[in-house]
């Protein structure tokens, strides 16, 4: 069961977001972030709780998986650089990628979340059209490419999430 916290949270989200029926989400809290799907959860942990966020990036191309999968452990080096940072996985049940991060419930507000998934959104999308394999990500590996350079800046650019991450 949720804790009041995190349905607080849900409630600030659901306004910022302009989503009407905030109850149904307490306990299956399931978003569309510009045409990217996302679940919350709530972690009842020290202090007021952690949400752990799930990104659906999409299924893995049956071309050159391995090459994807090759990029996908790469980016993950350089998103993986602190604690609470996203990391890239691949969800064995589902067969689809999945970027996952959790967020301490005390160190985040609605627009600071409502950017992070924006930012997550267009990182799925950018990944959707070439899977990181652009000629620009391979000639700069996966640092230099748009996706990750966004994602980065949405968490560097909230001195709330920095302390967290």
């Known amino acids: 069961m949720a804790s009041e916290h995190y349905r607080q949270f849900v409630d600030q989200i659901c306004q910022h977001l302009l989503i009407p029926d905030v109850a149904a989400l307490y306990h299956d809290t399931h978003l569309a972030v510009r045409d990217v799907n996302f679940s919350l959860y709530y972690l009842d942990d020290v202090g007021q709780g952690t949400v752990s966020v799930l990104c659906d990036f999409g299924p893995l191309p049956t071309r050159k998986s391995e090459e994807v999968m090759k990029r996908l452990l790469e980016t993950n080096f350089y998103l993986f650089d602190s604690p609470g940072a996203p990391g890239l996985s691949f969800n064995e049940v589902t067969q689809r990628v999945v970027l996952a991060c959790r967020v301490p ?61």
């Open 105 to 165: 419930l005390k160190d985040i507000d609605a627009p600071t979340f409502s950017g992070l998934l924006g930012q997550f959104s267009d990182m799925a999308k950018a990944w959707r059209l070439n899977h990181f394999l652009s000629d620009s990500a391979k000639e700069s590996p996966t640092r230099a490419s748009a996706p990750l350079s966004a994602t980065q800046r949405a968490l560097q650019s909230s001195p709330a999430l920095r302390s967290t991450l």
